[in-house]
């Protein structure tokens, strides 16, 4: 008789279509009664089911996100969120924003000095052909800190810090006093447009800006502050005296020695260092 053909059963194949049929019946099957036998409500649930599967890679942050992250280089954070709003209320008070030479003074205050490397090279970034040009463009909150890490990093360390608890004490002194200064302009915007709008509805002509005008305080007037004093302390505004006024003769002296050696200074040389002196006649 005939040889009937061997039965070999079902392979792999087979038993894994099986399997995935199985499987995707009682998915569909499950979300039809999740819809209460409604095949447009479980056409919906199936596809929302779709787009939760890990078929793709979760989108990164915005650049939203990535501008308003502050890298903090290995400092310590509380650190970096004084230096940060320090930077931010300068940048507010300031009409040019933070330059560049702000941030080397500031390191001058905390002991950094400017011939480090990484120093000279966020001045060369700055526009311009001369160094007081580059040093009067400004600087970024991020490059800032960067900056710091790398001017306070100790030699042959990766990470870490030279500055302590001092840094960030000075730190918060000079965001008191830019406080104070930003109220005293804020509270003469504010006069300026009561007046105006009151002279407004009365048809009148505005008063004169010397009428709304709030003068700046004096160093007098500072030194003999009671909120400054309450939140200095008795000796903190002699201290601080003491520092402006080192780093006043600091700056004449490194003009003064540039004039020297060149023979003359740029206009806005010549402008700092009678600014300087200005800064320092008051003190």
Known sequence: GEARPEDKGMGWGQVAMYAGSGVGGLIFLYHFYQAKYDLHKTEILLLERYRKLPLYWPPGPSEA????????????DELVSAFAEWFLAADLQEAGGVVRDDIIELF????LGEDH???KEFIQRGDGTLDEMRRMTGAGLQESINLLAKVSRP???ETGT????????LL????RRSSASSSVLDGASALRAMQGSAEGAAGAPPLPAAAWQVPAPTAAEEASSPSMAEDDGPGDEGE??????????RIEAELM???????ALSPAEEARLEDARRQRSRL
Not at 257 to 263: P, S, T
């Open 117 to 119: 490397p990484a120093a």
């Open 257 to 263: 020695g540039r004039l020297e050696r060149l023979g």
């Open 65 to 76: 996100d990535k501008n308003v992250r502050i890298d903090s280089q290995g400092l310590p």
């Open 240 to 249: 601080h005296r003491h520092v402006e006024a080192a780093r006043l003769k």
């Open 108 to 111: 001058k205050e905390l002991g």
């Open 162 to 169: 030279e500055l302590g608890p001092d840094a960030i004490v």
């Open 172 to 175: 918060e002194k000079k965001l």
């Open 155 to 157: 030699q042959g360390a």
